[in-house]
Structures are given as C-alpha cells and as structure tokens.
C-alpha cells in the first residue's frame, strides 16, 4: 500500500545534539511538508519541498534543516540551535504542488529532548 | 498573512446527535481552498472534506457537510448522526491558490462523544 511512513515514532535525545527524523513517501508526489504539533497550537509549518534538490521554508524554519535528494525521502533535522525542540512532528506530502490536492500525512515522530 | 481561528477548543455531542464546529479565516485573496481534517488519538491526520472558495455549493461527504460562507470567510463543520468513532481532534485548514506549499492550520477542536 502507498503511504508515508515515518520514523522513528518515538525519540529521546539529550539536549545539545542533533537528531534526524526520517519521512519517506511511495505516493509519487512532487511536494513534501514538515510540520510542528505542539498542544494548543495547532501544525505549524517548519520547511516544504515542491521539488527534489529545492526547499523553502515555512513559519518556523529556525533551529531546523532538510534536504532533498529524492522525491521519495525528506529528513528533517532539529539542530541543538532549536530552543525547545521536544514536540510532535508530522510529514506529509501531496501531488502536482497544486493548492486543492490534499496533504497526506505520516503517522509522525513524537520528539523528547531532556 | 492569512490565518485561520478556531474558537471552540472541546465540543460535546451526544452519539446520534449533530454537533458544528466553527472556523473563520482571514485572507485578502479570492482564490483558495480549505479543508478540515481530523486527528484521532492515533494522531493520524485524516482528511474530512475540502472546500474550494470559487465554488458556491457547499461540500458534503456522508455525514460530513460544511457551511461555507465566503463574505463572512466562515468555515463550519457539521456532523451529523455523530458516531463514537468520530471522538477526536478537528483542524480547519487554509490553502491559498497562489502559494502552493503552504497549508495553514487553526489550532483545533477536540469533539467528545458520548454514548
């Protein structure tokens, strides 16, 4: 089955390292998204990809890297420069870039950093 | 900037019974779309329905229909027949034709169902 699968699920690092949170999609989409959940607050936007070697970022960029080197992979990297990185995050990603394609989203990473 | 305002954080609604939930939205442009999605406690984000602004007719998906009110950039949801299954967290969601990445999101209404 197609989807997006993201991992790990859960995630524990002590403060002052980096970690990479994995997002891999077999939809054949062109575009792909991070998001930050955090309670109260709804997703907000880190970075997004429309195409493989570009990105852009969103609200919430800071503290945080990607790469895309494949349409089907997009790592988001929380850097020790992200002030309070524990939160959950999700992946998603939809076809054509075109603003009434849904986004499908992954089952997401739940971040803890102590 | 557009952003999008959820103003019930917990609605309740009796199983069977039909239960709204509200969303309005800021934005200048004329073309957009938006969306709701639900979030259950496997927190697998599940597309509900999704409303494209340069259409009158409002959505409907089952017992799933919305009231879309443009002038007003209102965006409610209504449930019908709600069943235990649909006990979770609902995001409205707004999508601008001209940015094509960014899907901007309200901060969420957690509906209890009771039976």
């Known amino acids: 089955d197609g989807g997006i699968t993201q991992s790990p699920k859960y995630l524990f690092r002590k403060e002052g390292q980096n970690v990479t949170l994995s997002c891999e999609q077999n939809?054949?989409?062109?575009?792909m998204y991070w998001y930050r959940q955090d309670p109260g607050q709804g997703l907000r936007l880190i970075y997004y990809?429309?195409?493989?070697?570009?990105?852009q970022k969103g609200d919430i960029a800071e503290g945080y890297s990607v790469s895309r080197e494949k349409k089907e992979s997009f790592p988001l990297t929380v850097t020790s420069a992200q002030k309070n990185p524990t939160a959950f995050y999700l992946c998603?990603?939809?076809?054509?870039?075109?603003?009434?394609?849904?986004?499908?989203f992954g089952n997401g990473t739940r971040l803890t950093v102590t | 900037a557009q952003t999008v305002t959820q103003s019930q954080p917990e609605m309740s609604v009796q199983e069977a019974e039909t239960v709204t939930l509200s969303c309005t939205y800021d934005?200048?442009?004329?073309?957009?779309?938006l969306f709701w999605y639900k979030q259950p406690p496997s927190r697998q984000m599940i597309l509900v329905i999704r409303?494209?602004?340069?259409?009158?007719q409002n959505a409907t998906e089952n017992r799933f229909s919305v009231n879309f009110q443009k002038a007003a950039k209102s965006f409610s949801l209504k449930i019908s027949d709600s069943q235990l299954g649909d006990a979770a967290m609902y995001f409205c969601?707004?999508?601008?034709?001209?940015?094509?990445?960014?899907?901007?999101f309200g901060q969420g209404t957690t509906l209890q169902v009771k039976p």
């Open positions: 998603a990603s939809s076809g054509l870039a075109s603003p009434g394609s849904p986004l499908h």
């Open positions: 939809l054949n989409h062109d575009a």
């Open positions: 990809s429309q195409i493989v070697n570009d990105f």
């Open positions: 934005t200048s442009e004329s073309d957009y779309y």
């Open positions: 409303q494209e602004a340069y259409k009158q």
């Open positions: 969601a707004y999508r601008s034709s001209s940015n094509t990445g960014k899907l901007i």
